[in-house]
């Protein structure tokens, strides 16, 4: 029994010693070339910055040394290797769990990178900016891929996803969820120039088709329920798109720098536009904004510059700031409510003021004439009782 106690005691003093010594140099950091460390648990360490002058290609080490401990690399950390804009290849070490966020933002020079089979998860824009990549292979072990991961990767052609892989899959190198029912990531690089989403498809990822130059043609399911922020931004060869009715926002800068866009179809289930929505649409030269919405972002339709003619709903209540600035050719805009909408500073320009017409409902010209939003405009008209809130017909 006295040898059992004294062989019970000594294993509780290691273990004592042990967390003592874990404890006294959990956070601490330390420099291996032109790696930073930070220890993270008993045996284990995060990859907290990579040198911004390192260049060429880059091994990131299984496992190191640190005050005679040894202790493998088991996370890149949040901005890691953000900006190191001259370095070529990376190679992670399969000791790896985790990649934070923004990890490996802005390294414009990667050409290849691996994502070690113990990955579980991919921090929001971990990719973003990458501009050399051409492919990634997602492993069976991630469960997890954050909002924008793959932003800007504009040679990007396909990510491919491991078959075991139990949350995610790829369909021609289009990253969905495993029931498809929502796209992650269209890579920027790929070359068609038409494509259909799934049918129970409900959710289009934030950045999902980001960039995609070659896109002239993009079909939305009707069941569709999310259109996620900057989700079309800088396709600027799109030429049409009809937003299922199921769609009730315009995220922030979900069309942005779309400069083909001609036509866009509003659904009257719509309710907000969101802050630069449609910013720098630059052929987009008639709009229909649906009754419902209540609210234009700002800078939603800011640097449209061949946009004319603009229908706003009864419901509207407000337009932001800069909503219709660099709008130079607004010549007409129809307003269907009987209150004047509260307008943002620089909503619109001072050409717009001295040359376009106002069409209201003859019973609120005075409102309007007397609002102080819309002083600034010369001519309000009594719209004709034939134009209705939606479906105006120019």
């Known amino acids: ?168 899959v790829d369909v021609n190198g289009v990253l969905f969820s495993k029931n498809w029912t929502r796209l992650i990531a269209y890579p920027a690089g790929k070359t068609e120039q038409s494509f259909s989403l799934p049918a129970n498809t409900t959710t289009i990822g934030a950045g999902a088709f980001s960039n995609c130059k070659d896109l002239v043609s993009v079909v939305l399911p009707k069941d569709l329920v999310e259109i996620r922020r900057y989700a079309f931004q800088e396709c600027n060869r799109l030429v049409s798109i009809s937003i299922p009715k199921s769609i009730d926002v315009i995220e922030s800068g979900t069309f942005s720098g779309c400069s083909s866009l001609r036509q866009v179809t509003m659904p009257k289930k719509m309710k907000r536009i969101g802050n630069h929505a449609f910013e720098n649409c630059s052929s987009l030269a008639n709009i229909v904004i649906p009754d419902g919405v209540d609210e234009i972002g700002n800078r939603a339709f800011a640097g449209c510059t061949e946009l004319k003619n603009v229908s706003l709903p009864r419901t509207l209540t407000e337009i932001g700031e800069e909503a219709f600035t660099e709008c130079d050719l607004l010549t007409s805009i129809h307003l269907f409510g009987t209150k004047p909408p509260k307008v943002g500073a620089n909503a619109f320009v001072q050409k717009v003021f001295e040359k376009s017409t106002l069409y209201v409902k003859y019973y609120a010209v005075d409102a309007y004439k007397h609002a102080e939003d819309w002083t600034n405009f010369q001519f309000i008209y009594r719209e004709r009782a034939t134009y209705r809130p939606y479906g105006t017909n120019y």
């Open 1 to 168: 029994m006295n040898n059992l106690y004294r062989t019970l005691s000594f294993l509780l003093f290691v273990l004592a010693c042990s967390t003592f010594a874990y404890g006294q140099q959990s956070g601490k950091s330390f420099v291996d070339g032109v790696f930073t460390y930070r220890i993270i648990d008993s045996d284990g360490v995060e990859l907290v910055k990579c040198d911004k002058k390192a260049e060429g290609d880059l091994l990131l080490p299984q496992q190191l040394t640190i005050e005679g401990r040894p202790f493998v690399v088991k996370a890149v950390g949040d901005f890691a290797f953000a900006d190191c804009e001259d370095v070529a290849r990376i190679t992670l070490p399969a000791s790896l769990r985790t990649i934070g966020y923004k990890a490996f933002y802005g390294c414009r020079n990667l050409s290849a990178i691996n994502i070690p089979d113990k990955v579980t998860s991919i921090g929001v824009e971990a990719f973003n900016y990458c501009t050399g990549l051409t492919r990634l292979v997602i492993p069976a072990s991630v469960s997890e891929i954050g909002d924008g991961a793959f932003w800007h990767n504009w040679a990007l052609k396909s990510i491919v996803v491991d078959v075991a892989n139990k949350d995610y």
